[in-house]
């Protein structure tokens, strides 16, 4: 209505000098996708207009857990050499709209943002972000990790030291060559719709596992840890690095064919507080119930253990498994990526305190074919007879062949479990060991001792949103 004219034609009219103010959001897309949107609101009269602004001003400035100044370490080398480039295009905008204001650091070296993380001030900071791959995300954590740890003089390097969580966040922008912690907690690998996760301000505990060597911390690991089958393929891919990202296919069609097998021992404790199970086909998803209940029994356990209402790990109920393996695989999550869409272990869960540990058996290179396959459908891949899986909180791993440099490891599991395999008589099993992935890195030892820290750091992210149609098969 214009100078109190009835227009009937179903036209929009335009309006005479409108006040007009524009509310950026979140639009939801396919796939796990967010997009940046705007919508523009118009108003007759400016005192109205003003009202709004500063409702909604004062609305976002009391959201406490949106962060206003961010840390931002970007790879410029990790996957395609891209990182600098997706952060200028895609994500340093939508700070700026936010009103978020950034300190960047360009790496010029391995290890740079550790070292960093070391000796800066970060109480500045609301969040710390980093852009490039899952070895980027490796070097923020371990010097995020570390530093809390100094800081609250706790020794990383005993293995059964209660760390501290950090409370500051990680936000990653995917940037290398799999992204697998990113997808595995957002669900896709968009820069865009990360940044807007981080913008938005959400929070996603995830456990982390401790890796020891004799007393020694050699790494922190949050999504694989794998020997045999997959530290073959990282050991030989390291030596092409020439050949580019092609590598990998190239040196997992290679180990394949090798068809390699190791013999050791694994001892693990289950992990019983937890509500799921492997085989469960309940996947972690935003707001995993599942988390949170195990967390809060596993809060009770540690408590009762405290007090001495329950033995304590000394006396802990640990189970033994000796044999020829193909691959030993452990996940604190489900390690999806879009290769494999359900990853190594479908219904392993972010926050429970546990990892899914995946025995292989020997078997024949088609059986093992076929369970490599089984990762790329909806067939659930530990229906064989060959593949056990446990969900543990610690476990250990002694090779038969490093008995001598490991006597230490070998002495205190005798002291716990009894005669170990590797007393045995030696069998036909050839005389090598493999290597140990963690999270595509290669420990220097093969014979190693794991524990799982329930939520020890938290993310710019809120897990996997639930598909309605995932909702309704389940």
Not at 254 to 263: I, L, M, N, R, V
Not at 290 to 311: D, I
Not at 373 to 392: G, I, L, P
Request: glycine share 8%; with cysteine.
């Amino acid at each position: 209505d214009t100078h109190g004219k009835h227009h009937s034609s179903g036209k929009w009219q335009k309006m005479e000098k409108p006040f007009a103010f524009t509310v950026h959001c979140v639009q939801r897309a396919r796939r796990h996708r967010w997009k940046w949107a705007q919508v523009t609101f118009c108003c007759a009269e400016e005192p109205l207009c003003h009202l709004w602004l500063h409702t909604l001003q004062e609305l976002l400035g009391k959201l406490a857990s949106r962060p206003k100044h961010l840390l931002v370490f970007i790879n410029p080398f990790g996957g395609k050499g891209h990182g600098k480039r997706i952060y200028e295009r895609k994500v340093a905008p939508l700070f700026t709209l936010a009103s978020i204001t950034t300190e960047v650091i360009v790496t010029e070296r391995a290890n740079q943002a550790k070292e960093s993380l070391y000796e800066i001030n970060i109480d500045k900071y609301d969040g710390i972000v980093c852009v490039g791959g899952d070895g980027m995300f490796s070097e923020v954590l371990h010097g995020l990790i570390g530093r809390t740890q100094r800081n609250a003089g706790v020794d990383q390097n005993q293995p059964r030291a209660a760390l501290v969580p950090s409370p500051v966040r990680i936000g990653i922008i995917p940037a290398g060559s799999t992204d697998c912690v990113c997808f595995s907690t957002v669900g896709t690998n968009d820069a865009e719709t990360s940044a807007l996760h981080i913008i938005v301000g959400d929070s996603l505990p995830m456990d982390v596992s401790s890796v020891h060597h004799n007393s020694t911390l050699l790494r922190y690991s949050v999504s694989l840890l794998g020997y045999g089958f997959y530290g073959d393929i990282i050991k030989d891919s390291e030596r092409k690095r020439w050949m580019g990202l092609i590598r990998y296919d190239f040196s997992g069609v290679k180990t394949f064919f090798s068809h390699h097998c190791y013999e050791g021992t694994v001892s693990f404790l289950p992990a019983r507080h937890t509500v799921g199970s492997p085989r469960d086909r309940k996947p972690c998803r935003a707001g995993c119930f599942v988390c949170r209940q195990s967390k809060q029994q596993l809060e009770e356990e540690q408590k009762k253990s405290l007090y001495g209402l329950e033995n304590t790990e000394e006396v802990e109920e640990w189970k033994v498994v000796c044999g020829k393996f193909l691959a030993i695989n452990a996940t604190n999550m489900s390690c999806a990526c879009p290769r494999s869409p359900r990853g190594l272990s479908p219904a392993a869960h972010l926050g429970d305190g546990s990892s899914d540990l995946i025995l292989i058996r020997k078997c024949s290179r088609f059986n093992f074919l076929r369970f490599l396959v089984r990762h790329t459908n909806q067939y659930d891949q530990f229906d064989f007879a060959f593949v056990e899986v446990y969900r543990v909180k610690k476990f250990q791993f002694l090779s038969k062949h490093v008995e001598d440099e490991d006597s230490d490891l070998k002495e205190r599991g005798k002291m716990r479990f009894g005669p170990m395999c590797s007393d045995a008589p030696p069998c036909c099993c050839a005389a090598s060991n493999s290597s140990w992935n963690c999270d595509g890195e290669i420990l220097s030892s093969s014979s190693i001792e794991v524990r799982v820290h329930c939520q020890l750091v938290r993310l710019f992210a809120r897990g996997i949103e639930e598909d309605p149609k995932e909702g309704a098969d389940s």
